[in-house]
């Protein structure tokens, strides 16, 4: 039973990257004809498919995939890679750090032993380092000019 349905995600998988082939950086598969394959996208074992089929494409294309909610996946070019990958990665990353440290902060430390409590304190002060490093990153990555690949809204005062 398990082999049958690890064979189906491989087929699924192996027909999601020949789909792919037919198309280069910079443009979208649609959601239909994802789901001609593998069924409809919001199921789970949809879900599983496609993003071992993502990772797949990344790792043997080297082609960065996000999914476009409405219109389908997107296989990115290298500069919208450079653009949204870093700002999507480190926006997660900060609030992460953010919910750890809060946590670390509801920590009775006189239960702890010393040995402890220092490494408390390496932690936090760590992490409150990586937040500020990405908080100046996500500001880099702000300033930068929209072109027609990725334009900005505009956001009036």
Same mark, same amino acid.
Not at 34 to 45: P, Y
């Given at each position: 039973?398990?082999?049958?349905?690890? %064979? #189906?995600?491989?087929?699924?998988?192996?027909?999601?990257?020949?789909?792919?082939?037919?198309?280069?950086?910079?443009?979208?598969?649609?959601?239909? &004809?994802? &789901?001609? /394959?593998?069924?409809?996208?919001?199921?789970?074992?949809?879900?599983?498919?496609?993003?071992?089929?993502?990772?797949? !494409?990344?790792? &043997?294309? #080297?082609?960065?995939? !996000?999914?476009?909610?409405?219109?389908?996946?997107?296989?990115?070019?290298?500069?919208?890679?450079?653009? &949204? /990958?870093?700002?999507?990665?480190? +926006?997660?990353?900060?609030?992460?750090?953010?919910?750890?440290? +809060?946590?670390?902060?509801?920590?009775?430390?006189?239960?702890?032993? %010393?040995?402890?409590? +220092? !490494?408390?304190?390496?932690?936090?002060? @760590?992490?409150? @380092?990586?937040?500020?490093? !990405?908080?100046?990153?996500?500001?880099?990555?702000?300033?930068?000019?929209?072109?027609?690949? @990725?334009?900005?809204?505009?956001?009036?005062?």
């Amino acid at each position: 039973m398990i082999i049958e349905a690890k %064979d #189906e995600v491989t087929q699924a998988v192996d027909a999601l990257m020949t789909l792919a082939s037919q198309y280069e950086r910079g443009q979208c598969i649609s959601w239909g &004809e994802v &789901e001609a /394959i593998v069924g409809d996208h919001s199921k789970e074992r949809a879900k599983y498919v496609i993003g071992k089929w993502r990772r797949k !494409l990344e790792s &043997e294309r #080297e082609i960065v995939t !996000l999914p476009a909610l409405t219109v389908g996946v997107r296989l990115l070019t290298h500069k919208e890679t450079a653009a &949204e /990958i870093p700002a999507l990665r480190q +926006k997660r990353a900060y609030r992460q750090i953010r919910r750890a440290i +809060k946590q670390t902060a509801t920590v009775d430390v006189s239960r702890l032993s %010393d040995h402890e409590r +220092k !490494l408390l304190v390496s932690q936090r002060s @760590n992490m409150a @380092n990586q937040r500020r490093e !990405l908080f100046r990153s996500q500001r880099q990555l702000a300033t930068s000019k929209p072109t027609e690949g @990725n334009p900005r809204r505009r956001v009036s005062a």
